[in-house]
């Protein structure tokens, strides 16, 4: 790290503290050269990640719009909180971890839909006949089959 008053490259840590809730760290340096102490932040770096949806619109990644659609389908479910929570927090995870800047609303689409087929069929089945727009009940009812089999 660059002492802020000589300009030295290197500088050792007295300490390091926890910040902001865990989302940074305070360091204490002290420089190599000079000998005088200055303090640093390290903080995560937060890359957008955006969501390309069908019609090529690019919008900010939003868990909540997840979780308000997962909540939709399970409505009158008797599905806790709990789980739709998780469910939302891995579907997030998995996002992230892909490590690209851009994801396919598809993509979540369908992470949401093997996540609602693990936690309750009825939600998983409200859910795709909103996602996949049937165009006729022929199409639900052979989906329906698939789903069975």
């Keep these: ?7 030295f490259l290197e500088s050792k840590v007295l300490d390091s503290r ?7 760290i305070r360091r204490r340096r002290e420089c190599l050269n000079c000998g005088k102490r200055f303090t640093t932040y390290e903080i995560i770096e937060n890359t957008p990640l955006m969501v390309v949806k ?3 619109v690019r919008e900010q990644f939003d868990p909540s719009k997840i979780k308000r659609g997962i909540i939709k389908s399970c409505e009158k479910r008797a599905v ?19 490590l690209e800047q851009e994801v396919s609303s598809k993509k979540i689409g369908e992470l949401v839909m093997a996540g609602l087929k693990d936690l309750d069929e009825v ?4 859910f795709a006949s909103v996602y996949r727009q049937f165009k006729d009940i022929n199409t639900f009812t052979d989906f329906i089959r698939e789903f069975l089999k």
């Design 80 to 98: 806790p909180m709990q789980k739709i929570d998780a469910l939302v927090s891995e579907i997030e995870k998995q996002v992230y971890n892909s």
């Design 54 to 56: 069908s019609d090529g």
């Design 123 to 126: 939600a998983y089945i409200r």
């Design 18 to 24: 926890s910040t902001d809730e865990g989302t940074s």
């Design 1 to 7: 790290m660059k002492c802020m008053y000589c300009g």
